[in-house]
């Protein structure tokens, strides 16, 4: 049997069949109630199939080919462009949502029907996929007709959205995605064809807007509509816009409402910025540092202003302060500190809540704040530094029977507070100065009402300032706490050695000299039971330690005496210039000043004090004659056995000492060794640098513990090269030389 041959299907046959199918689909795609029979769709499919299988001649797949784009171009140019061409605005955006999904669709069931040409002879003849056809087709002769009318079509919805009409939303995100599909995922067509024209529109509609609410609206009104139009602007690239355009478009956004009136915004004289802070409007100030800090050096500005109205708010203070002080009301004394202190506090914490809430934390309120107390921090209040007040109120904080009796957490909080102070003092070593002063009193005295409370603050302040600034401070309470030891050891050694027994209670304090503030000592001629007490203990020490001399300060000693008055006896808390005074009473009961001088061998000034505080002040145990408020050298002065008081224990108290000056001038002589120290070592480390360099490195270095004077820094180099550390170089006087 022969076998029978399939026939070869001719072109013009084959082509006819094809396009009887695309016929159609045409009709399908546009909607018609049409559909494809099984036996069409096969038959259809067969058809190109073996137009494309035959052998040569008579394989017509470069035909096929052809023919896909054709139809594909024939129902663009008779029917999609014509339907395009005769819609505007909105109408035209929904035609072209409505062609694009048909010429997806068409594409679709081309892609079917041709499937053995697109998968066999497109690799063979390497020529563009027919998906790819099918797109480059559409925005060959779709899109690059209608761009330009589509383009603006989407900007007038988005316009009208803007001024709070209602639009539909899923059009103009199927529309925007052409753009992308356009470009096969590259945004070449959104970004030059859309994207470009839409943010010219954004930046023109916000000028707009922004030029009219600098006008009508106050400082709050505007911020709200800046935040309400950022807020729908996301929204916008949230619902339809592409995610890459959302910078841009809040940039521009930016630039028009808030850039552009920056100053004028903040500056509002009713509602700024100012107005904000001084009337306390946290949300506002939120919403002013959420929208500023978005802008470049927006939150400078903001900064700024917050420091300028925390330094006036200071400044304030600083006046109220001096004001209490010069009129010296009912408050006195202690309360200006006081008050001056707590207001600083209470600024600061008003204020940090701000830098913490309203402006999210940023570094930058931060300084602006320390800058802002820097400003009002280092101004004098009355006479006095802040340095002084600041070390006052300590004082009254942890001295026994204080202002005010706190909690533990109260006092750490305190604490806390005026270390954070301390730091916006420039000269810090004021305050150690005087804070060292009132530690040692009292410490000397049993003042302190907590011992881990001064060494809580020593550790807040060494954490604030470093080791050197406490080292003194810490070494003082070290001293203090050896003492009960000490004075065991001691008792020991009476116990076991009676004839050293002086016959009183004695407790010494051994301070270390360089630890403490410098006391005036003097050769006090002490009476036999004290003499013989500080023999016992000389002995004691020297067998303890062979190596360290004692220099006894008997002017911060204190004595309990008995005093036996004719109607009770009272027992005398006094000093030991005091005590020494009055018991020169029970060898006679009569003294002049001259011979109470010579026999205590004390100088005028001290003897006057003690006289002064036995005779005239509020306990007179002696009878000045003759009487008076002050003593003079011709006074004689007489047991007043008469005396009595209704307390059985009494203080008598010395006449305050104003030693302010001498701190002062400790202050000074400290700063100019430590000039000098600062000097020394930065040749040291550079050995050649010129003066304007010198002067330079040290400010730098001492500006951690005071604020140098340049006249002073330049008097210390001059010591410097007359005690040869330094030298000038022979051809440039300008530069120095260390000198090894």
């Known amino acids: 049997m022969m ?15 094809v396009q009887k199918g695309l016929n159609k689909l045409k009709i399908i795609i546009e909607g018609e109630p049409e559909s494809f029979t099984s036996d069409e769709y096969v038959m259809l499919y067969t058809t190109i199939y073996n137009m494309c299988t035959q ?8 035909q096929l080919y052809d023919k896909y784009k054709e139809a594909v171009e024939d129902y663009i140019i008779t029917i999609v462009l014509p339907s395009l061409n005769e819609k505007h605005d909105e109408f035209l955006l929904k035609e072209l949502e409505n062609r694009w ?11 079917k029907f041709f499937r053995y040409l697109d998968k066999f002879f497109i690799k063979r003849a390497e020529v563009p996929a027919l998906n790819e056809v099918g ?40 529309v925007i995605d052409l753009y992308i599909d356009m470009g096969k995922g590259r945004m070449d067509y959104y970004v030059n064809d859309f994207e470009e024209a839409m943010l010219r529109d954004s930046a023109c509609h916000y000028s707009r807007k922004a030029s009219t609410w600098i006008v009508e609206d106050s400082c709050p009104e505007y911020m709200l509509k800046a935040e309400e139009c950022l807020q729908k602007e996301k929204d916008r690239v949230s619902d339809y816009l592409h995610s890459s355009t959302e910078t841009k478009l809040l940039e521009q956004m930016q630039n028009q409402v808030l850039i552009t009136y920056t ?43 917050f420091k300028q109205h925390v330094a006036a708010e200071g400044m304030v203070v600083v006046q109220q302060a001096a004001d209490v002080a010069n009129n010296k009301t009912e408050s006195s004394g202690g309360s200006q500190e006081q008050d001056f202190v707590k207001k600083a506090f209470d600024l600061h914490d008003k204020y940090m809540v701000y830098v913490k809430g309203c402006f999210a934390d940023n570094s930058i309120f931060h300084k602006a704040l320390k800058e802002a107390f820097e400003v009002f921090s280092n101004k004098s209040v009355s006479g006095s530094s802040t340095a002084e007040l600041l070390a006052s109120y300590c004082d009254n904080i942890l001295k026994k029977g204080g202002s005010e009796q706190l909690s533990d957490d109260v006092i750490e909080d305190i604490l806390d507070k005026v270390v954070k102070l301390v730091a916006y003092i420039s000269d810090k070593d004021v305050f150690a100065e005087f804070y060292r002063k009132k530690l040692s009193r009292r410490l000397l005295f049993d003042r302190s009402a907590n011992e881990e409370h001064e060494r809580l603050i020593l550790s807040k302040l060494k954490q604030q300032c470093g080791g050197q600034f406490t080292s003194k401070m810490e070494g003082m309470v070290t001293d203090l706490s050896l003492v009960k030891e000490n004075q065991t050891h001691f008792q020991e050694y009476i116990s076991n050695n009676p004839a050293t027994n002086p016959g009183i209670d004695m407790t ?24 013989k007490g500080v023999e016992s203990f000389k002995e004691f020490y020297q067998k303890k330690t062979k190596h360290r001399k004692l220099t006894w300060i008997f002017s911060l000693g204190q004595c309990n005496l008995n005093g036996k008055f004719e109607q009770k006896t009272i027992e005398l808390i006094l000093g030991t210039y005091q005590a020494a005074a009055l018991l020169l009473f029970n060898a006679s009961d009569k003294w002049s000043y001259s011979d109470i001088k010579s ?20 306990y007179k145990i002696l009878n000045k004659e003759p009487s008076g408020r002050t003593v003079s050298s011709t006074d004689h002065f007489e047991f007043n056995s008469q005396f009595t008081d209704k307390m059985r224990r009494i203080r008598v108290p010395l006449p305050p000492v104003d030693d302010r000056k001498k701190m002062v001038e400790e202050v000074g002589k400290d700063r100019r060794f430590a000039i000098d120290a600062c000097l020394v070592r930065i040749m040291k480390a550079n050995k050649v640098l010129t003066h304007q360099q010198l002067i330079l490195e040290c400010v730098e270095q001492l500006s951690k513990m005071f604020k140098p004077d340049v006249k002073a820094i330049k008097k210390r180099i001059e010591d410097l090269i007359t005690r040869d550390y330094l030298e000038r170089d022979l051809e440039n006087t300008n530069t120095y030389k260390y000198i090894a």
């Open 55 to 62: 052998k040569a001649p008579r394989d017509y797949s470069q």
């Open 263 to 305: 100053n004028q915004l903040l500056e509002k004289e009713d509602s700024g910025c100012r107005a904000l802070l001084k009337d306390e409007k946290v949300e506002d100030l939120t919403r002013m540092y959420s929208l500023f800090h978005k802008i470049p050096k927006g939150i400078e500005l903001v900064a700024e202003i």
């Open 3 to 17: 076998e029978t041959e399939e026939k070869a299907i001719e072109l013009e046959e084959g082509m006819e069949c």
């Open 508 to 531: 010494v304090t051994v301070l270390t000299t360089g630890f403490w503030p410098s006391y005036k000592s003097c050769d006090l001629n002490l009476p036999v039971e004290m003499a």
């Open 135 to 174: 797109l480059s087709c559409f925005r060959d002769l779709v899109y690059h007709d209608v761009k330009g009318r589509v383009t603006d079509a989407v900007i007038a919805l988005i316009d009208q959205e803007r001024e709070g009409e209602k639009i539909d939303r899923v059009l103009l995100k199927n």
């Open 101 to 111: 999904t048909s010429h997806k669709l068409m594409v679709k069931w081309l892609l």
């Open 599 to 618: 026999e205590l061998n004390l100088a005028d000034d001290d003897l006057v004090r003690v006289l002064a505080s036995l005779s005239c002040a509020k």
